[in-house]
């Protein structure tokens, strides 16, 4: 029975991947992806469940209306519920205050009644008795005293008339213990408000410690943390978060606001394995051509329409150097298309290419390239793939494997079908209407136009005109130019564009945020600014004090070669300064000093004149003035087009300053048959050389039934009374060593000397 893939039935079907291969599980076939294989005997079964599906469309819409309405007179009879609640709380209300009044006319009537029989009940005589005749004065102290009590017992009244109400009850805000965050330092006004005191109450909490602050002034944790003790808040250092996520939260995303978007496609492999020679046959284009020696050096980024389909392709360099262009162009892709040459096979950089693709976890699609030579064989590549987990879908595995070749385009269609089949089984959806976020690709100083940035828009859509920040660089678009160099107003997402219009150039890799305006943006980067100072700041190391100045000395034996490297564009000063720092050994070290973008200035020569430092210069020039500076301070200047050269000088100059290493080489023997004494000079051993030669500055070994009985320095070497420079094999010689006469006939004496080994 013949097979055909998923996609191909789904197309003849009108219907996505996704309801296709849903419609497959549920009548019990099981598919793990577009690409699986299913019997053409099943086709007219997921026919009939399609067309069964589009009449049961009116079925379901009735029964979700139908739902919705009894949802709807649900929350009716709620409303209405809550409405006759309340009614019925305000007549209640209504009632007890009514009654509150009767109760209050009530009281007032007995008040009335009351001092009159106080008047009866008390004692008349003591009106009559007051010998000062203040008759009336006293009378008015009772009649106060009446009143008073008159009053207490209306109030009285009043509380037994009023309906008493359930006791609240009491929660003790002070015995609650509650947990707090605070950062490293705070101000006390900020501690106050942390507390929730008056900051004039924590002034006098401080004082109490013996701690004089001010409103205003800081505190540091320790002293928060005591004060907050005494309130019941136990403070946690808060963890360090980062400004732009904090300044720009991502709230969940209303599914009925995304829009699909177009893949980001990166192409990954070793060197040489033709990966941009491929991109150039999908884009009709020559990238090739603009490259020094042959290679990518830059992460480029280009859109190509494939059927009215927008692909948005990466590409990357293959060179070990560039490992950490790689990891950002893995991590902010969708689709990796890892590019292996038929006649090499898997090499180191495209383990690393895989390693990265697996860590960002993208999808992996292998075009193998190089298919029209002759000794290609794709095989071979399946086979060395499988050792690193991607097995190919002939082979019964999910890793799709297009042979392809860049020369005659054989195969391209055929590995853009199967990105977008990849692409669409992904369902990449991004919302375009909100403040655009995304990567910076690449960045480069040019003279005429400043600080100019490659970005991808991840989402939203960016403008002319908004205000972004990245990282320390900040500042308005100003202009904004797509791949193929044509000015745009707007870009959407999966989108790469070049803008203009930032302060300095940003870091490769850094992300970029819109800010609600200039502003924000410019605080956003100063504050990033002060952190990386901070940060310096400490890993400056410290002024030497006695206590280290041994450990000091002792490592000056290890020599430092100062670099200051420029170059074109962001990503390749990263990429020199981390292959020359891979260079260091325990005996020299590579301190790179300054990293820039930009031509090579006279500030750049003074820099390196005063560190006594070289200057590599990466596809840039100095300027005239900084090259005739240069050369009236004999700075080296060395400039390169191609990144391995650079190494391999960088390597040759470390060698020159290593420490030589020197070897033993064996240069003679002779055997000593006399032994002579001298007065003076000592015991003479009478020789005869049986190999090479002995030199007057050579070293000897002495061998007695072969264990070495004496090292050490040749005194003096004579041939009869004269003093020779060298004696050769076959002659006799008079030998007399420094500071040993215990020879004895028989000897044999070893002359070597030490010779410095190339490295």
Known sequence: MAKKRVYEIAKQLNISNRELIDMLKEIGIDVNNHMSSVDEKFIGQISDMVNGVKNGNTEKEAEKEASENVKAEAEKQNNDSKKAEQHKQQEHKKNNEQKNERDQKKSQNQRNDRPNQNMKSGDGGNFNKNKNGKNNGKNNNQQQNNNQKNKKNNKNNKNMAKPVPAPEPVVEEEDEIRFMEIPESLTVKELAEKIGKSGAEIVKCLMKRGIMAAINQTVDFDTAVSVGEEYNVIFELEKEKDIFEEAFKQEEEDESLLEARPPVVVVMGHVDHGKTSLLDAIRHSHVTSREAGGITQHIGAYTVQINGSPITFLDTPGHEAFTAMRMRGAQITDIAVLVVAADDGVMPQTVEAINHAKAAGVEVIVAINKMDKPSANPERVKQELVEYGLIAEDWGGETICVPVSAATKDGIDTLLEMIILTAEMKELKANPNKPARGAIIEAQLDKGRGPVATVLVQEGTLNIGDPIVAGSSFGRIRAMMDDKGRRVKKAGPSKPVEILGLSEVPAAGESFYVAANEKQARQLAESVVAQSRKDMLKDTPQKVSLDDLFSQIQSGNVKELNIVVKADVQGSVEAVKQSLEKLSNEEVRIRIIHGGVGAITESDVMLATASNAIIIGFNVRPEPSAKAFADEEKVDVRLYRVIYNAIEDITA???????????????????????????????????????????????????????????????????????????????????????????????????????????
């Open 653 to 759: 100059a470390m060698k020159g300053m290593l420490d030589p290493v020197y070897e033993e080489k064996v240069i003679g023997h002779a055997e000593v048959r006399q032994l002579f004494k001298a007065s003076g000079v000592g015991t003479i051993a009478g020789s005869y050389v049986l190999d090479g030669k002995f030199t007057r500055n050579s070293q000897v070994r002495i061998l007695r039934d072969n264990i070495v009985v004496y090292e050490g320095e040749l005194e003096s070497l004579k041939r009869f009374k004269d003093d020779v420079k060298e004696v050769n094999t076959g002659y006799e010689c008079g030998l007399v060593f420094k500071k040993f006469n215990d020879l004895k006939e028989g000897d044999i004496i070893e002359a070597f000397i030490m010779v410095e080994v190339p490295r």
